[in-house]
């Protein structure tokens, strides 16, 4: 009877059937698995990008940080007050410059146009072919 049984699971080991129920499972795991190992590098790399992430967030914190602290100087609010209020400290005189710039521009101006004037009158004099040689030889 034990020969028997032997025999009876032996040949369920050495069937066609087995053999192929074997190969089947021996492919289910290699699927999954590689299903798994692909879930696992999609989450390692989104991990990545993640901790690169909050790299940068920390930078911008830090310079964040910096800003407040140089807002909050007193170096800060006074040249703020002087801009945008028009305030001055005690005993500080304040002048104030208008259209100034106006006239050196004009003054810087009417030089260079005295300057074409000049330019014009000498080179009416000058011949032609002249005129082009200085022109090629600059």
């Not at 790299?55 to 910096?66: A, F, N, V």
């Not at 080179?123 to 030889?137: D, L, V």
């Amino acid at each position: 009877m034990i020969k028997n049984e032997n025999l009876f699971w032996r040949k369920i080991y050495t069937s066609p059937f087995f053999f192929f129920l074997g190969i089947i499972i021996l492919i289910f795991c290699f699927v999954s698995f590689g299903k798994e190992s692909y879930r696992y590098y999609k989450i390692n790399k989104e991990v990545s990008s993640l901790k690169q992430e909050i790299k940068k967030l920390e930078e911008k914190k830090i310079q964040t940080k910096e800003l407040i602290e140089y807002l909050e100087t007193e170096s800060f609010q006074e040249k703020q007050a002087r801009l945008e209020l028009g305030m001055k400290k005690p005993n500080e005189q304040v002048v104030i410059l208008t259209g100034a710039s106006k006239k050196i521009e004009n003054k810087s101006i009417d030089i260079n146009s005295e300057n074409n004037k000049d330019t014009k009158e000498n080179n009416s004099k000058i011949i032609n072919p002249i005129k082009w040689w200085e022109y090629f030889s600059k």
